[in-house]
């Protein structure tokens, strides 16, 4: 009885992958499409590869919109000056999120450091000049929640950490020496630091890095009177790369635009964002909010539901589809198989998918960009790699059958005793 309902069971599934497995031939797509030998990063050796892990920066974030390469296209033909451009393009930020002002920042850690200055230099030249030296300054910065891999952007402006996690900690940890509040915090938990920071009269940033879409959190954080926020430009918004958002008050960004490029002498001269990437930002801040991101959801949706279809012919394997509530947050398909019974695991997977032609790259627990020393401080121990996650939003169309039929091939072979 139990076999043959395991054997009905596995009938269905291949008869809903069946239309999948005739459908294309991955390898002739590839080379036909993405994989030409003419493409440019090619040419010098570099693999392009199907992006199924999510937008991240040492995997070049995410494609630009066709409105934001239009943008950067037309940007490159003028010259401008580049402090009208950014308090022009910072009037059109604050019509379009509810908040006081905004910049183009490079990146939501460009954002971070010039935020960082702002509320330890404010606009005072002497005082911005002596940055990162902040002797005689308010220097503190309150880490709530704890620190994160990117908190050498609050450090190499000046800041001097202190790591709390708890709402009660936080009260405690602000005194006359603490120039800002940064958190992660989203949701409840946000809101009640907001409120101790608003009484203590201490700024604080929110650093959302991931968090568009929905493009709804840009009037959210505005609405919640929070001081300062960032969004990366060059994950989920898709706009340039190397570009990020810093919204809130207004003397805040004002100090934050003396702080930073094109002054010459503010410690944030280095971290210069181009007239490019401004108007490239705004574009695709602009097209965000005349798109329909349940739509979106639904195509990202079908993409990972017609990789489950194909990976569930393989016996032994299971499927299951989320959205996580982290960075990333698209519907995401998460593979799992007993690795030791298989003798196959996780990295062994991830390893022959990123080999193979065309390459693609999944999420696991592994992260090939982080500095190995960042977990002997204040985060634990890296998990273990226990399931491949399938990220749909960075897959291009026909992408997702490509990735299906190559993982179920790998499973297959591995489940035979054939996967090395």
């Known amino acids: 009885?139990?076999?043959?309902?395991?054997?009905?069971?596995?009938?269905?599934?291949?008869?809903?992958?069946?239309p999948l497995l005739g459908s294309v031939n991955a390898r002739q797509l590839w080379a036909k499409t993405w994989g030409a030998r003419n493409n440019i990063y090619a040419r010098i050796g570099v693999r392009p590869f199907i992006n199924a892990r999510g937008t991240w920066t040492y995997l070049?974030?995410?494609?630009?919109?066709?409105?934001?390469?239009?943008?950067?296209?037309?940007?490159?033909?003028?010259?401008?000056?580049?402090?009208?451009?950014?308090?022009?393009?910072?009037?059109?930020?604050?019509?379009?999120?509810?908040?006081?002002s905004g910049m183009v920042t490079s990146g939501a850690a460009g954002a971070m450091a010039a935020a960082t200055a702002a509320c330890i230099a404010g606009a005072d030249p002497a005082r911005v000049w002596q940055l990162?030296?902040?002797?005689?300054?308010?220097?503190?910065?309150?880490?709530?929640?704890?620190?994160?891999?990117?908190?050498s952007a609050l450090?190499?402006?000046?800041?001097?950490?202190?790591?709390?996690r708890t709402h009660d900690e936080l009260q405690a940890a602000i005194n006359a020496n603490t120039a800002m509040i940064y958190t992660t915090a989203l949701g409840e938990r946000l809101q009640k630091a907001v409120d101790i920071a608003r009484a203590a009269k201490v700024p604080l940033l929110l650093d959302d890095a991931a968090g568009i879409p929905p493009i709804g959190n840009l009037k959210l954080y505005a609405k919640m009177g929070i001081d300062l926020y960032t969004f990366s430009g060059g994950k989920g918004l898709c706009g340039p790369q190397c570009s990020g958002l810093l919204l809130g008050r207004k003397d805040l960004i004002e100090a934050a635009l003396a702080n930073s490029s094109p002054w010459e002498g503010a410690v944030c001269r280095a971290m210069k964002v181009g007239k490019e990437e401004i108007m490239g930002c705004l574009a695709a801040v602009e097209a965000?909010?005349?798109?329909?991101?349940?739509?979106?959801?639904?195509?990202?949706?079908?993409?990972?539901?017609?990789?489950?279809?194909?990976?569930?012919?393989?016996?032994?394997?299971?499927?299951?589809i989320e959205i996580p509530q982290g960075g990333n947050r698209y519907p995401t398909l998460v593979v799992t198989w007993d690795e030791e019974k298989w003798v196959f695991?996780?990295?062994?997977?991830?390893?022959?998918?990123?080999?193979?032609?065309?390459?693609?790259?999944?999420?696991?627990?592994?992260?090939?960009?982080?500095?190995?020393?960042?977990?002997?401080?204040?985060?634990?121990?890296?998990?273990?790699?226990?399931s491949i996650r399938i990220i749909s939003m960075t897959m291009q169309p026909g992408e997702d059958l490509m990735v299906g039929q190559r993982l179920r091939q790998i499973l297959n072979q591995a489940r035979k005793g054939d996967g090395k």
């Not at 974030?61 to 950067?72: D, H, I, M, N, P």
């Not at 990976?311 to 032994?316: A, W, Y």
């Open 288 to 320: 965000w909010m005349k798109m329909d991101l349940d739509a979106l959801n639904r195509q990202w949706g079908e993409r990972v539901k017609r990789i489950q279809k194909l990976v569930d012919t393989v016996p032994d394997v299971q499927t299951k």
């Open 60 to 100: 070049s974030g995410s494609l630009e919109l066709a409105e934001v390469r239009a943008a950067k296209a037309q940007a490159a033909m003028y010259f401008v000056d580049m402090y009208e451009l950014q308090r022009a393009v910072g009037k059109r930020l604050a019509e379009l999120s509810g908040a006081e």
């Open 1 to 18: 009885m139990n076999s043959t309902r395991f054997n009905r069971r596995a009938f269905v599934k291949w008869v809903a992958a069946l």
């Open 345 to 386: 695991t996780v990295a062994d997977c991830d390893r022959k998918l990123r080999e193979g032609d065309p390459r693609i790259e999944v999420l696991t627990a592994n992260n090939p960009s982080m500095v190995s020393a960042v977990y002997g401080g204040d985060r634990k121990t890296p998990r273990k790699n226990d």
């Open 155 to 164: 450090r190499l402006a000046g800041g001097k950490l202190v790591v709390v």
């Open 132 to 151: 990162p030296d902040t002797t005689g300054l308010k220097s503190e910065v309150v880490m709530f929640g704890g620190r994160s891999a990117f908190d």
